[in-house]
Structure formats: C-alpha cells, structure tokens
C-alpha cells in the first residue's frame, strides 16, 4: 500500500479499512518477572501492545514519528503509554527535547473522558484521547492496524459506553452528567451528529472571562461596524462535517447566555442556536462589562504575577511607527523591484504597519504570493499565469449542469453552505454591504473555486471571515484567490477535521500561559479550564470577530511578519489573559461567566497595546517559550515554498 503524504480526512466508514490492514494487533501479557520498562507502573501487566503507532507533527507521512501503544494493568487501574523509538528510520531526525515533548508516559485511564476511532476508507486508522481536562493527546496513527484490539481490550478493563451522539466516540467511565458525557463528544472531533441535543462541560467555558483587567478597561464600548447580521438558518443535516464541529463550538458562545435547562430543553432547531451564536454582532459592551465588573470589594486575593507584566511590557516595549508609505517602501526596492532586505522590511511593517493604499502592493510579500527577490517583471507575469490558472479552476464548477450537481452532493452542500455564509460576511463594511452587491458575489466564487483547488478541505465557516479583508484589500479576484491560497497553506489546518491544528495551538498556549503566569495555569487547571477553548475562535480566525475591519488588517499584517516569531498569535492569547488575570481569579468566575466576559471583550481589544505585550512575552521567553510549541503547530510556513502553488503527486490523497 503506497503511503499518503497527507492526512486521509475522509469520512469515517465504521471500520471500511479494517480489513486492508497489514497485520493484526498482537496482546501480549508480561511475565511477572519481566522488567518494567520507565513508562510501565512497578508490578504491571502489559495487556495489549502495538508496534508502529506514529503521530503526525506536520501534515507529511514522511516526517511522522514511531512508537509503541502499550494498555498496561496495576491492580485494578489501566494506563496507556506511547513512546517512541529511540532507533528508527522515520524519526532520525528526532531531538530528545522533541521525543520527550511527545511521549505519553503511563496515564491512567482515570484521566481519559473519551477515546475517538477514525477509520477512513483510504489511509490508516487513528484514535485521539481526550482528557478529563479537555487537553486531547495528537492523533495516533495504526499503520498496521488493532484499532478494534485496542477497543476491546480497554472495555474488558474500564467500563466504556458509545457516546449517543456518535458511535465512534467512547466514553471512558461513562459519565452520568450530561454534561460532561456530551462534551466527550465535542472536544474538537469531527461529529456528524444532530446537534439539538449538544451540550458543554464546565471545562469549556471556564476560560473565556480573562480579557477585562480592572485595570485597563477605561470604560469604553466600541462595537465593531464590520460584524455581518445574525441570521437564522434551517437545519441542514447535510452540511459538510467540518461545519458541524466549529459550529458545536461556536454553541459554546449560545451556552454562555441561556441556562443549561433551556439548552437541553431547546428541541426545534439545533442549527439555529450555533448559527446565532457563531454569527452574532456584539452587544453593548459597556453596559455589560460594568456589570462584571460590580461587587468589586468581594474579589479574593490574587496571586502576584511573577513576570510583572506591566514592567515588563514597559521595558521590552518600542515606539510604534507612522504606517509604512509609498516613498518608504520604494526605498525598500532595487531598480528592478527586488526587495534588499526582507527583514528589515518585515520589522518597519511590525512596528507601523502599512498605508491601506500600500496594502494591495505589500500583502502578496507577506502572504508568500510574491517572492522578495521578484523583479517587477516577473510579477506582472506570475499575475498572467495565475489568473489564467484561476479561470480554468473556476471554470470546473461553472460548467457543472444541473443535472450533474443532482448527483453530486458534495458541490451542492458546499455551495449551498457558500452561499448561506458570504451573505453574512461583514455586509456592515461599506464594500459588502447592500443587496445583490457585486463583491459578496466574487467572495462566493472565490471560495467555491478553493474547494475545488483543495478538494479534499473543501469550504468551512470560518475561511468566509479570512477570504474577506484579503479581496478588501486586493481587489483582484485572481491576486484575491491565490492569496487566500496562500495564507491557507498556513491555517489550512485549523479546519482539518481532526481539528489537529486547533489542537496542537490550544495545547501550545496551555504551555505558554504555564510558562509566563504559572498563577494563572494553577487556577486553570483548579477550575478544570485547561483545555482553552474560550480561545478557540481567536485561534481559528486570528481574531476577525474580536475587532473592528481596519485593527484585523493591521492584525494580520503584524501576524504575517512572522516577527519577532511565527507564533505571535498566541503570545497576543496570553498577553490578553494576563492583562485580565486579577479580575479572573479575584473574581472566581467560574465557567459560565468565564466564557461570557471573554465574548463580551468582542470590539474592546486595543490591539496595539497587545502587540506590544505579546512582544515583550515572546523576546522574554525565547527559546524557553519556542520549545513549548510543537513542531509543524499551525500557522507554519510549509517546509517548501513552492508547495504553495503546486501539489506535488506524492503530497496528496
């Protein structure tokens, strides 16, 4: 079987593949006598063992990384344990700071809420376990097979119930709150589910409250002019799975404002809660952030912050520059158009920004459309061949009859999800708003054009929100799609179905808030909110919905610097729960009102004074903090830039 270079996302198919695996697990029980190897409990068993389960840090199969699963049994307690091999071709190039960041080392099934079965028609089986916190370990990949061994024999040592939402999701000691029972179903896994019945643990909303500091909130309510009108959608039990899982999260939001009886009660129209809640405009902020903020004499004692944030910050920060112009960046240029140097150019962007009209020229460096050593030139020409490039992508979904789409319901639910979202997209900005506006009509063919570039991700919500400043700013729907293209090579796997990405950055900022406010880590992990999806969906769409149009461009470009680190998104995460650490933990919100004060933070964020604080956080850190975040975590340039344009035979399904 010749081996995929990219994660097989197709849907599962209940054990479609398990008959095409190489080998069957093999179980095998340790002699009393035998030595424990350092991840094995003194006097264990070893009661199912498997040889060549790998993790996936970057989207390539080559770069995956082997190991042995190990079910061992002490008493009446099981533990799994997964290490990797110290001596193996695939992971050659593995350091030991990398080993050890990846090895599960004995965690007793007492920790587990659930395990989820992937099986896929074309590739390998996976499972992903969730813990009790919400914190889910990478995606283990079977490449000969035992997923179903692996099952059976943890339900002969631990009692195992199927989830009622999905078949594939067991529940580990099956949980009798509903609430927690549902939410092993929910822990950014790809559900194909009805979602009128979708509830939330208390792990998921008690993270979300850490954005308004009593003491740099001036009072002020901004509501942002650019968020698209809510509106009610039917329920679409079609829609594509991917849909499904960032809108069970985006119910997160709904469950923040009505009571949990309401929510289980709610049996009309699951689909109309997560829309509106995905898709809301903000409230009126300053009203609601005063009433947070009452009672303000019965907060408790907060811990120091044990970096002095605000010193800190004071100390590392520089004095923000005028917007970069046309005179300036030209300096930046040699007579043919060649940028000399990159990187004093991508700091002069980090500390001013750019001109809006200066945008248009700048944004494909950044993005990578444009190479920094191009002449004018061969820009103009890379325009001709990647517009032509465009139209004949565009043209397959174009020339699909009618009676062709009637069989094809993959077009047909990502169209018809398309067509529902674009209306929505930011229609209070002046260049989208108004009915039967030109410009959401490029956005739709844009995006359907992209799901059939890459087929195998499609359409999710969410990417409508990316696509947009980006056509604001260019204009062009060529230059706008394969810009678009680009910056999804970078947050493509935010949208994966195995939500790896999302995983892989909410564990990573688990790590830095741990890192640089172990106070606040501590009262996380007291108050069960280590999984930090409160920060999901600043994650997923680099805070689109947190701020008005004009702060998420200069965001973005700030972002798209990659300076000083390619990971200055989550820095910001952290700078922005420890300017709100002492109303958090003097407050003891608890998760309800955690995840309410964070989404009541939405067109309130100073996104200047972050980007300074995140600054400060990161240059700290340093490689301390770079080590905290896993190889290949999102959004990471791909390892050849040429990937950006072109999919080389072996690199797809």
């Known amino acids: 079987m010749q081996e995929p270079e990219l994660h097989d996302l197709a849907d599962d198919a209940d054990y479609a593949a398990s008959q095409q695996q190489a080998s069957s697990s093999v179980l095998l029980r340790s002699d009393s006598t035998k030595q424990s190897s350092s991840s094995e409990p003194d006097s264990a068993e070893v009661v199912f063992m498997k040889d060549n389960v790998a993790i996936h840090p970057t989207q390539f199969a080559s770069e995956r990384i ?106 580990v000691n099956d949980l009798k709150n509903p609430l927690q029972r549902t939410l092993s179903s929910l822990e950014m896994l790809p559900i194909a589910c009805e979602p009128s019945n979708v509830s939330v643990n208390e792990s998921t909303l008690n993270e979300n409250r850490e954005m308004i500091d009593s003491g740099s909130n001036d009072g002020r309510a901004t509501v942002s002019p650019y968020h698209g009108r809510s509106r009610r959608r039917v329920n679409d039990p079609a829609r594509d799975i991917s849909i499904q899982v960032l809108e069970k999260f985006s119910l997160v939001t709904k469950f923040a404002r009505e009571t949990t009886s309401q929510l289980f009660g709610d049996q009309s129209n699951g689909f109309n809660a997560i829309e509106r809640c995905f898709d809301e405009t903000p409230f009126n902020h300053h009203k609601k952030s005063s009433s947070v903020g009452d009672n303000v004499s019965d907060e408790s004692p907060v811990p120091s912050d044990p970096l002095e944030f605000d010193k800190l910050s004071q100390v590392w920060r520089k004095p923000w520059q005028l917007p970069l112009g046309y005179e300036e960046w030209v300096s930046f240029l040699d007579s043919e158009g060649r940028v000399i140097d990159s990187e004093a150019l991508r700091k002069r962007i980090f500390y001013g920004g750019l001109d809006h009209e200066l945008r248009k020229k700048v944004w494909g460096f950044l993005l990578g459309y444009y190479s920094y050593d191009s002449t004018y030139a061969e820009r103009e020409f890379l325009k001709s061949v990647k517009k032509s490039e465009y139209e004949t992508i565009k043209s397959q979904w174009q020339s699909i009859l009618p009676a062709q789409a009637r069989r094809f319901t993959k ?152 300076y000083p680190c390619e990971h200055l998104h989550l820095y910001i995460c952290v700078a922005i729960l420890k300017r709100y650490r002492n109303k958090i933990m003097g407050e003891k919100m608890d998760f309800d009102t955690l995840l309410k004060f964070i989404n009541e933070l939405s067109g309130q964020i100073d996104i200047d004074l972050n980007i300074m604080d995140a600054e400060a956080l990161c240059v700290w850190a340093g490689e301390d903090g770079a080590a905290r975040i896993p190889p290949g975590t999102p959004p990471s340039l791909p390892i050849d830039d040429a990937s950006l344009y072109s999919q080389l035979e072996d690199e797809v399904l």
């Not at 209070?428 to 890459?454: K, M």
């Not at 999804?488 to 950055?505: I, K, T, V, Y």
């Not at 992990?525 to 280590?530: G, I, S, T």
Request: proline share 4%; charged share 20%.
């Open 66 to 171: 082997s190991g042995r699963l190990k079910l061992i049994k002490q008493g009446s307690s099981l533990f799994m344990s997964w290490i990797p091999y110290t001596a193996n071709n695939s992971n050659a190039m593995l350091s030991e700071k990398d080993r050890n960041l990846y090895t599960i080392r004995a965690v007793p099934f007492t920790d587990i809420r659930s395990i989820r079965r992937h099986t896929p028609p074309l590739g390998w089986q996976y499972i992903i376990a969730v813990l009790s916190s919400g914190l889910a370990y990478p995606p283990l990949y079977f490449y000969n097979g035992g997923v179903r061994e692996f099952i059976a024999t943890i339900k002969q040592h631990v009692l195992v119930g199927r989830s009622a939402e999905d078949a594939n999701v067991f529940i």
């Open 411 to 562: 077009f047909r639910e990502r169209k018809g999800l398309i067509d529902k979202d674009v209306v929505r997209t930011d229609r209070l900005q002046a260049f989208y708003e108004g009915d039967d506006n030109p410009n959401v009509n490029v956005l739709r063919d844009i995006l359907l054009t992209y799901s059939f570039y890459n087929f195998d991700l499609g359409y999710c919500q969410g990417m409508n929100d990316l696509l947009s400043p980006i056509y604001f700013v260019m204009g062009d729907e060529s230059e706008a799609f394969w810009c678009f293209v680009s910056l999804m090579e970078r947050l493509g796997p935010n949208f994966n179905r195995d939500q790896n990405g999302m995983h892989s950055q909410l564990f990573a900022l688990s790590k830095l808030v741990e890192l640089l406010d172990s106070p606040l880590h501590k009262y996380f992990e007291q108050h069960d909110c280590l999984n930090y999806f409160f920060c999901f969906r600043w994650v997923l769409i680099q805070f689109k919905r947190e701020l008005e149009f004009e702060s998420t461009m200069r965001l973005w470009e700030v972002l798209w610097t990659h």
